[in-house]
């Protein structure tokens, strides 16, 4: 059986880190993904190459025992490899699926599963095998899924169904999601042929707001203001992602100048507390004047000049 050099199947050095694995085997998915080549033996037989060399690289344990025995792995088959390369296997986990798969896991290669080259060596995914007279569990894999929602979702809290093929899963989202959250759903993901199955992780992206810029719990907003209000001071509606409200803007007010509402910002994720709410005031003048208009402006500006 031939040795199968999973560096070279995702274009990593042997001493890449797990960020630079993620990234090459996250570009290689997305180029051979079933659903973008339809039909295409070479795609899927090349998607199921790179998401079996991922599985391995992306799992230390799996990883340290493959740079042990390396291409001399056969000798090795029947032996005790905490003897191998010390410390034997512990508790291994599934292998991060960088893709989010909406179908019956156990189908995902069409029950052709990976190489013969990978059961053989790691007793393949998700079975119990021998290693030195002890039996090891090995759980299924971990999938990864993505939603997005928006900011006003994040701030008021959402839920998204994820369809897993033998079920629909209910996720929900607390208020104060932020981008980048990954949420867990224990044992919903891949089921291994005996053993438990792996987990589920979502990872929350926030769609980009054109009114509010978010920065931690903090939104900022620019606000548009005609001139004279700022000059003699009044009343200004602001939108906020809870409803509208009103400030006081005095006189005298300059361009630019930033006003604060305490608890008008994101709630805090999970925790008690709400950022605050940032707010730009932009000095907003007519396209154009009347003739009177001028005047009386002119007037006012002389009247600053005595």
Partial sequence: MEYKDYYKVLGVDKKASQDEIKKAYRKLAVKYHPDKNAGDKKAEEKFKEVTE???????????????TLGANWKQYENADYSGAGGGGFGGQRGGQSYYEYNGNADDLFGGGGFSDFFNSFFGGGGSERSYGGFQQEIPGR?????????????????????????????VKIKPGAYEGLVLKSKGKGMKG?????????????????????????DLHV??????????????VPVTTLSGEVTITV??????????????????????????????KVEAKLPDSFTEEQKELIKKLQDSFKK
Wanted: proline share 4%; glycine share 12%.
């Fill in 142 to 170: 971990n999938i990864e899924g993505e939603a997005t929602i928006t900011l006003q979702e994040a701030f008021t809290g959402t839920e998204r169904i994820i369809d897993l093929g033998t079920e629909k899963l209910k």
């Fill in 222 to 235: 620019d606000v548009p203001v005609d001139a004279f209000t700022l000059m003699a001071g009044g009343k």
């Fill in 53 to 67: 060399a991922n599985e391995v690289l992306s799992d230390p344990e799996k990883r340290k025992k493959y740079d």
């Fill in 193 to 217: 042929r005996s053993g438990k199955a792996g987990d589920l992780f979502i990872t929350v992206h926030i769609q980009s707001n054109h009114v509010f810029k978010r920065t931690g719990n």
């Fill in 250 to 279: 005095p006189e005298g007010t300059q361009n630019g100048k930033k006003f604060r509402l305490k608890g008008k910002g994101m709630p805090v994720y999970n925790e008690q507390g709400v950022g605050d709410l940032y707010i």
